[in-house]
C-alpha cells in the first residue's frame, strides 16, 4: 500500500524557514513526478512546486526566490525548504506524487503551516 508522510510543519515567525519532509511508503518514487500544494483557509488547493522525476524543479510565482524542492530517491523522501516565510504562506501543505502511464495519484494528509508573530 502507497503511502505518502509529510512533516515538518510548526508555527514560525514571519521571516524565518521550515523544511517539510514527505516519505513515501511502499515505492520507490524514482519514477514519479513530485509535488507540493498547499491550501489556505477559504481559498482553492494551489499547486507550490514541483520536481520532475528528472530533476526538474518550478514554482509559482510568490515563492520563487523563497522555496527550493529536492528529492532524495535513494531515501524516498521529497523536500521543500521554505525561507523567508511570510503570512500569506500560512496553509495546510500537501505532499502529492503522481505519473500519466500507468495513471497514479497519491497525496498526503497534510502538514500545517503557521507563519505569525
Known amino acids: 500500500q502507497v503511502r505518502l508522510v509529510e512533516s515538518g510543519g510548526g508555527l514560525v515567525q514571519p521571516g524565518g524557514s521550515l523544511r517539510l519532509s514527505c516519505a513515501a511508503y511502499?515505492?520507490?518514487?524514482?519514477?514519479?513526478?513530485m509535488y507540493w500544494y498547499r491550501q489556505a483557509p477559504g481559498k482553492e488547493r494551489e499547486l507550490v512546486a514541483l520536481?520532475?522525476?528528472?530533476?526538474?524543479?518550478n514554482y509559482v510565482d510568490s515563492v520563487k526566490g523563497r522555496f527550493t524542492i529536492s528529492r532524495a530517491n535513494e531515501n524516498y523522501r521529497v523536500y521543500l525548504q521554505m525561507n523567508s516565510l511570510k503570512p500569506e504562506d500560512t496553509a495546510v501543505y500537501y505532499c502529492?506524487?503522481?505519473?500519466?502511464?500507468?495513471?497514479?495519484?497519491?497525496w498526503g494528509q497534510g502538514t500545517q503551516v503557521t507563519v505569525s508573530s
Open positions: 520536481i520532475s522525476s528528472g530533476g526538474n524543479t
Open positions: 502529492n506524487m503522481r505519473r500519466l502511464l500507468p495513471r497514479e495519484d497519491y
Open positions: 511502499g515505492t520507490i518514487i524514482s519514477i514519479y513526478d
